[in-house]
Protein backbone atom coordinates (compact mmCIF):
# COMPACT_ATOMS: atom_id res chain seq x y z
CA UNK A 1 0.00 0.00 0.00
CA UNK A 2 1.32 3.52 -0.90
CA UNK A 3 1.50 6.13 2.29
CA UNK A 4 1.26 9.31 2.04
CA UNK A 5 2.03 11.69 5.27
CA UNK A 6 1.72 9.22 7.46
CA UNK A 7 -1.86 7.85 6.44
CA UNK A 8 -2.48 4.78 4.50
CA UNK A 9 -3.91 4.82 0.82
CA UNK A 10 -5.54 2.22 -0.35
CA UNK A 11 -4.61 1.44 -3.99
CA UNK A 12 -6.50 3.18 -6.76
CA UNK A 13 -8.54 0.04 -8.23
CA UNK A 14 -9.35 -1.45 -4.40
CA UNK A 15 -10.58 1.91 -3.56
CA UNK A 16 -12.58 2.24 -7.24
CA UNK A 17 -14.28 -1.14 -6.18
CA UNK A 18 -15.39 0.00 -2.55
CA UNK A 19 -16.66 3.12 -4.01
CA UNK A 20 -18.83 1.17 -6.41
CA UNK A 21 -20.05 -0.98 -3.67
CA UNK A 22 -20.92 2.42 -1.36
CA UNK A 23 -22.53 3.28 -4.02
CA UNK A 24 -24.74 0.36 -4.77
CA UNK A 25 -25.78 0.30 -1.87
CA UNK A 26 -27.01 3.38 -1.57
CA UNK A 27 -29.19 2.91 -4.60
CA UNK A 28 -30.29 -0.30 -2.89
CA UNK A 29 -31.70 1.53 -0.11
CA UNK A 30 -33.01 4.01 -1.57
CA UNK A 31 -34.95 1.69 -4.12
CA UNK A 32 -35.80 -0.04 -0.70
CA UNK A 33 -37.51 2.47 0.72
CA UNK A 34 -39.01 3.95 -2.65
CA UNK A 35 -41.37 0.35 -2.93
CA UNK A 36 -41.89 -0.22 1.04
CA UNK A 37 -44.43 -1.33 1.50
CA UNK A 38 -45.15 -3.47 -0.52
CA UNK A 39 -47.34 -6.01 1.82
CA UNK A 40 -49.26 -5.66 4.68
CA UNK A 41 -47.49 -4.63 8.08
CA UNK A 42 -48.77 -6.29 11.51
CA UNK A 43 -49.49 -3.62 13.97
CA UNK A 44 -48.68 -5.75 17.63
CA UNK A 45 -50.55 -5.21 20.65
CA UNK A 46 -49.42 -6.28 23.68
CA UNK A 47 -52.73 -6.43 25.69
CA UNK A 48 -56.60 -8.32 24.44
CA UNK A 49 -58.35 -6.35 22.30
CA UNK A 50 -60.51 -3.63 23.65
CA UNK A 51 -58.48 -2.24 26.07
CA UNK A 52 -56.63 1.35 26.07
CA UNK A 53 -53.63 0.82 24.32
CA UNK A 54 -55.83 -1.72 21.49
CA UNK A 55 -58.46 0.78 21.32
CA UNK A 56 -55.19 3.56 19.99
CA UNK A 57 -53.44 0.99 17.87
CA UNK A 58 -56.70 0.54 16.04
CA UNK A 59 -57.20 4.20 15.24
CA UNK A 60 -54.26 4.19 13.67
CA UNK A 61 -54.52 0.91 11.70
CA UNK A 62 -57.54 1.54 10.22
CA UNK A 63 -56.51 5.14 8.89
CA UNK A 64 -52.47 4.36 8.53
CA UNK A 65 -53.53 2.28 4.75
CA UNK A 66 -54.95 5.58 3.42
CA UNK A 67 -51.28 7.02 3.78
CA UNK A 68 -49.37 4.09 3.12
CA UNK A 69 -51.21 1.93 0.30
CA UNK A 70 -50.67 -0.92 2.37
CA UNK A 71 -53.17 -3.23 5.39
CA UNK A 72 -52.37 -2.74 8.98
CA UNK A 73 -53.58 -5.49 10.96
CA UNK A 74 -53.70 -5.27 14.61
CA UNK A 75 -52.38 -8.49 16.48
CA UNK A 76 -53.13 -9.12 19.85
CA UNK A 77 -50.43 -11.02 22.26
CA UNK A 78 -51.77 -10.25 25.77
CA UNK A 79 -49.38 -11.17 29.11
CA UNK A 80 -46.69 -10.54 30.80
CA UNK A 81 -47.50 -6.98 30.84
CA UNK A 82 -46.86 -6.32 27.06
CA UNK A 83 -43.44 -8.26 27.21
CA UNK A 84 -44.58 -11.02 25.33
CA UNK A 85 -45.22 -8.78 22.25
CA UNK A 86 -42.27 -6.97 22.63
CA UNK A 87 -39.93 -10.28 22.71
CA UNK A 88 -41.83 -11.17 19.47
CA UNK A 89 -41.20 -8.05 17.70
CA UNK A 90 -37.48 -7.17 19.11
CA UNK A 91 -36.83 -10.60 17.59
CA UNK A 92 -38.42 -9.58 13.90
CA UNK A 93 -36.48 -8.89 10.81
CA UNK A 94 -35.98 -5.26 11.06
CA UNK A 95 -37.92 -4.42 7.76
CA UNK A 96 -40.74 -2.46 8.87
CA UNK A 97 -43.25 -5.08 8.42
CA UNK A 98 -43.38 -5.95 12.50
CA UNK A 99 -43.82 -2.76 14.72
CA UNK A 100 -45.62 -2.37 17.91
CA UNK A 101 -47.75 -0.20 20.02
CA UNK A 102 -45.87 0.27 23.39
CA UNK A 103 -46.59 1.92 25.78
CA UNK A 104 -44.95 3.62 29.50
CA UNK A 105 -45.73 0.15 30.90
CA UNK A 106 -42.70 -1.40 28.88
CA UNK A 107 -40.26 1.33 30.28
CA UNK A 108 -41.52 0.55 33.86
CA UNK A 109 -41.04 -3.13 33.44
CA UNK A 110 -37.69 -3.26 32.72
CA UNK A 111 -37.20 -1.32 35.99
CA UNK A 112 -38.85 -3.47 38.21
CA UNK A 113 -37.55 -6.97 36.37
CA UNK A 114 -34.01 -6.02 35.38
CA UNK A 115 -33.51 -9.63 34.11
CA UNK A 116 -35.95 -9.66 31.25
CA UNK A 117 -34.64 -9.70 27.85
CA UNK A 118 -36.60 -6.85 26.53
CA UNK A 119 -34.64 -3.52 26.84
CA UNK A 120 -37.07 -0.92 25.63
CA UNK A 121 -34.42 1.58 24.72
CA UNK A 122 -32.14 -0.63 22.99
CA UNK A 123 -34.01 -3.66 21.73
CA UNK A 124 -36.54 -1.07 19.40
CA UNK A 125 -36.23 1.77 16.98
CA UNK A 126 -38.65 4.60 18.13
CA UNK A 127 -41.28 5.27 15.23
CA UNK A 128 -43.49 8.07 16.53
CA UNK A 129 -45.40 8.88 19.52
CA UNK A 130 -48.88 8.66 19.34
CA UNK A 131 -51.25 9.75 22.05
CA UNK A 132 -51.67 9.91 25.80
CA UNK A 133 -53.81 9.02 28.36
CA UNK A 134 -55.04 10.97 30.84
CA UNK A 135 -55.39 9.61 34.47
CA UNK A 136 -57.79 11.35 36.91
CA UNK A 137 -57.88 11.34 41.05
CA UNK A 138 -61.24 10.32 42.01
CA UNK A 139 -62.59 10.29 45.57
CA UNK A 140 -65.84 9.70 47.14
CA UNK A 141 -68.66 11.65 47.22
CA UNK A 142 -68.21 12.18 51.21
CA UNK A 143 -64.41 12.93 50.87
CA UNK A 144 -63.23 16.22 52.41
CA UNK A 145 -61.21 17.44 49.55
CA UNK A 146 -62.92 18.98 45.77
CA UNK A 147 -59.98 20.64 44.73
CA UNK A 148 -56.00 19.30 43.94
CA UNK A 149 -55.23 22.17 46.70
CA UNK A 150 -57.36 20.69 48.96
CA UNK A 151 -56.64 17.38 48.36
CA UNK A 152 -52.62 18.28 49.44
CA UNK A 153 -53.45 19.66 52.06
CA UNK A 154 -56.09 17.02 53.42
CA UNK A 155 -53.35 14.11 52.65
CA UNK A 156 -50.35 16.19 54.29
CA UNK A 157 -52.65 17.09 57.22
CA UNK A 158 -53.59 13.34 58.09
CA UNK A 159 -50.43 11.21 57.24
CA UNK A 160 -51.37 7.56 57.33
CA UNK A 161 -55.61 8.36 56.93
CA UNK A 162 -56.36 7.09 53.30
CA UNK A 163 -55.51 4.83 50.86
CA UNK A 164 -55.49 4.83 47.05
CA UNK A 165 -56.51 2.19 45.01
CA UNK A 166 -54.23 1.78 41.51
CA UNK A 167 -54.65 -1.11 39.13
CA UNK A 168 -51.23 -2.68 40.09
CA UNK A 169 -47.72 -2.42 41.43
CA UNK A 170 -45.39 -0.37 39.20
CA UNK A 171 -48.10 0.80 36.59
CA UNK A 172 -48.11 4.83 35.53
CA UNK A 173 -51.39 5.04 38.05
CA UNK A 174 -49.24 3.71 41.32
CA UNK A 175 -46.29 5.46 40.00
CA UNK A 176 -47.80 8.79 39.51
CA UNK A 177 -49.17 8.86 42.85
CA UNK A 178 -46.15 7.93 44.70
CA UNK A 179 -44.51 11.35 42.72
CA UNK A 180 -47.45 12.88 44.51
CA UNK A 181 -46.68 11.39 47.80
CA UNK A 182 -42.86 12.31 47.40
CA UNK A 183 -43.85 15.49 46.63
CA UNK A 184 -46.09 16.71 49.31
CA UNK A 185 -44.44 14.61 51.89
CA UNK A 186 -47.74 12.78 52.50
CA UNK A 187 -47.98 9.30 53.41
CA UNK A 188 -51.06 7.12 51.77
CA UNK A 189 -51.37 3.34 51.59
CA UNK A 190 -51.29 1.75 48.33
CA UNK A 191 -53.83 -0.76 47.57
CA UNK A 192 -53.32 -2.59 44.20
CA UNK A 193 -56.14 -3.87 42.29
CA UNK A 194 -55.64 -6.80 39.86
CA UNK A 195 -56.82 -4.59 37.15
CA UNK A 196 -58.77 -1.57 37.10
CA UNK A 197 -62.63 -2.75 36.49
CA UNK A 198 -62.91 -3.07 40.30
CA UNK A 199 -61.47 0.28 41.57
CA UNK A 200 -64.66 2.89 40.68
CA UNK A 201 -67.14 1.15 42.38
CA UNK A 202 -64.74 0.65 45.65
CA UNK A 203 -64.38 4.23 45.45
CA UNK A 204 -68.75 4.43 44.45
CA UNK A 205 -69.20 2.33 47.60
CA UNK A 206 -66.85 3.53 49.99
CA UNK A 207 -64.32 0.60 50.29
CA UNK A 208 -61.69 2.83 49.35
CA UNK A 209 -61.48 6.74 49.58
CA UNK A 210 -58.99 7.26 46.53
CA UNK A 211 -58.71 5.89 43.11
CA UNK A 212 -56.56 6.67 40.23
CA UNK A 213 -57.90 5.22 37.25
CA UNK A 214 -58.38 6.66 33.11
CA UNK A 215 -59.71 9.88 32.64
CA UNK A 216 -62.87 8.12 31.20
CA UNK A 217 -63.61 6.04 33.64
CA UNK A 218 -63.27 8.34 36.11
CA UNK A 219 -65.14 10.95 33.91
CA UNK A 220 -68.14 8.83 33.46
CA UNK A 221 -69.17 8.36 36.92
CA UNK A 222 -68.27 11.58 38.14
CA UNK A 223 -71.00 12.92 35.59
CA UNK A 224 -73.06 10.93 36.83
CA UNK A 225 -73.00 12.12 40.53
CA UNK A 226 -71.72 9.15 41.69
CA UNK A 227 -68.29 10.20 43.16
CA UNK A 228 -65.67 13.40 42.66
CA UNK A 229 -63.63 13.85 40.05
CA UNK A 230 -60.64 16.00 41.99
CA UNK A 231 -57.87 16.60 39.59
CA UNK A 232 -56.16 15.34 36.33
CA UNK A 233 -52.69 13.87 36.75
CA UNK A 234 -51.75 15.67 33.03
CA UNK A 235 -51.21 19.27 31.99
CA UNK A 236 -53.37 19.14 28.64
CA UNK A 237 -56.91 19.60 28.65
CA UNK A 238 -59.17 16.68 27.91
CA UNK A 239 -62.52 16.96 25.94
CA UNK A 240 -65.25 16.70 28.06
CA UNK A 241 -63.09 17.09 31.38
CA UNK A 242 -62.42 20.56 30.97
CA UNK A 243 -63.91 21.28 34.44
CA UNK A 244 -61.21 19.33 35.77
CA UNK A 245 -58.13 20.68 36.83
CA UNK A 246 -55.08 19.06 36.72
CA UNK A 247 -53.21 18.27 39.65
CA UNK A 248 -50.24 20.87 38.14
CA UNK A 249 -52.74 23.74 39.70
CA UNK A 250 -51.45 22.62 43.27
CA UNK A 251 -48.08 21.13 42.26
CA UNK A 252 -46.65 23.29 39.60
CA UNK A 253 -44.89 20.76 36.70
CA UNK A 254 -47.22 17.85 37.94
CA UNK A 255 -47.62 16.00 34.98
CA UNK A 256 -47.85 12.24 34.53
CA UNK A 257 -50.07 10.22 31.84
CA UNK A 258 -48.95 6.85 30.11
CA UNK A 259 -47.37 6.85 26.93
CA UNK A 260 -48.22 4.92 23.40
CA UNK A 261 -45.92 4.99 21.08
CA UNK A 262 -45.11 2.76 17.64
CA UNK A 263 -41.49 0.83 18.15
CA UNK A 264 -40.34 -1.11 15.47
CA UNK A 265 -37.27 -3.76 15.71
CA UNK A 266 -33.55 -2.30 16.24
CA UNK A 267 -31.63 -2.38 12.95
CA UNK A 268 -34.33 -0.78 10.81
CA UNK A 269 -33.31 1.30 8.30
CA UNK A 270 -33.97 5.06 8.71
CA UNK A 271 -35.45 5.73 5.48
CA UNK A 272 -38.06 3.38 6.27
CA UNK A 273 -38.54 4.79 9.98
CA UNK A 274 -39.33 8.09 8.98
CA UNK A 275 -41.47 7.23 6.62
CA UNK A 276 -43.68 5.00 8.73
CA UNK A 277 -43.32 8.51 11.36
CA UNK A 278 -44.88 11.24 8.89
CA UNK A 279 -47.63 8.41 8.07
CA UNK A 280 -48.95 8.38 11.76
CA UNK A 281 -48.25 12.41 11.59
CA UNK A 282 -50.55 12.05 8.75
CA UNK A 283 -53.22 10.34 9.88
CA UNK A 284 -53.11 12.01 13.94
CA UNK A 285 -53.64 15.54 11.77
CA UNK A 286 -57.05 14.41 10.30
CA UNK A 287 -60.18 15.46 12.46
CA UNK A 288 -61.59 11.99 12.37
CA UNK A 289 -58.38 10.60 14.13
CA UNK A 290 -59.18 13.26 16.90
CA UNK A 291 -62.82 12.38 16.86
CA UNK A 292 -61.97 9.05 17.66
CA UNK A 293 -59.25 9.70 20.16
CA UNK A 294 -61.39 12.11 22.28
CA UNK A 295 -64.16 9.25 22.28
CA UNK A 296 -61.25 6.89 23.28
CA UNK A 297 -60.31 9.30 25.97
CA UNK A 298 -57.27 9.81 24.33
CA UNK A 299 -55.19 12.87 23.72
CA UNK A 300 -53.03 12.56 20.47
CA UNK A 301 -49.37 13.45 21.06
CA UNK A 302 -47.08 12.94 17.65
CA UNK A 303 -43.51 12.84 18.29
CA UNK A 304 -40.72 12.42 15.64
CA UNK A 305 -38.33 9.73 16.31
CA UNK A 306 -35.72 11.47 17.97
CA UNK A 307 -38.54 13.48 20.03
CA UNK A 308 -39.74 9.79 21.03
CA UNK A 309 -36.14 8.68 21.81
CA UNK A 310 -35.78 12.26 24.08
CA UNK A 311 -39.09 11.22 25.54
CA UNK A 312 -38.76 7.63 26.38
CA UNK A 313 -35.56 8.27 28.00
CA UNK A 314 -37.03 11.37 30.38
CA UNK A 315 -39.78 8.51 31.19
CA UNK A 316 -37.39 6.09 32.21
CA UNK A 317 -34.98 8.70 34.20
CA UNK A 318 -38.44 9.63 36.29
CA UNK A 319 -39.77 6.11 36.51
CA UNK A 320 -36.27 4.74 38.17
CA UNK A 321 -35.88 8.06 40.46
CA UNK A 322 -39.57 7.44 41.90
CA UNK A 323 -38.90 3.50 41.82
CA UNK A 324 -35.33 3.55 43.80
CA UNK A 325 -36.38 6.51 46.16
CA UNK A 326 -39.53 4.92 47.06
CA UNK A 327 -38.52 1.42 47.49
CA UNK A 328 -40.84 -0.09 45.15
CA UNK A 329 -40.77 -3.82 44.12
CA UNK A 330 -42.26 -5.68 41.13
CA UNK A 331 -45.21 -8.34 42.89
CA UNK A 332 -44.08 -11.64 43.79
CA UNK A 333 -40.41 -9.85 44.15
Known amino acids: MNKTHGT????????LRLATLALALGIAGAASA??????????????SAGGGV??????????????????????????????????????????????????????????????????????????????????????????????PAELVTELKTHPGRYSFATSGVGTVQHLGFEMLKQSTGSFVVHVPYRGA????PDVVGGQVPI???????????????KLRAVA??????????????????????????PRLFLLAPAGTPDDIIDKLSAAVKSVLDTPEAAT??????????????????????????????IITEQRIVAEGN
Open 8 to 15: TRLPRRQA
Open 34 to 47: QKYPDRPIRLVVGY
Open 54 to 147: DAAARILSARLPTVLGQQVVVENRAGATGLIAADLVAKAAPDGYTLMMGDSALLIAKLLQPKIPIDPLTSFKPVAGAFISPLMIVTGNDFPART
Open 197 to 200: AQIV
Open 211 to 225: GVVSATAGLAQAKAG
Open 232 to 257: LMNKAKLEGAESVPPLAAALPGFDVA
Open 292 to 321: AAAAQGTLRAYATPAQLRRDMLDENTRWKR
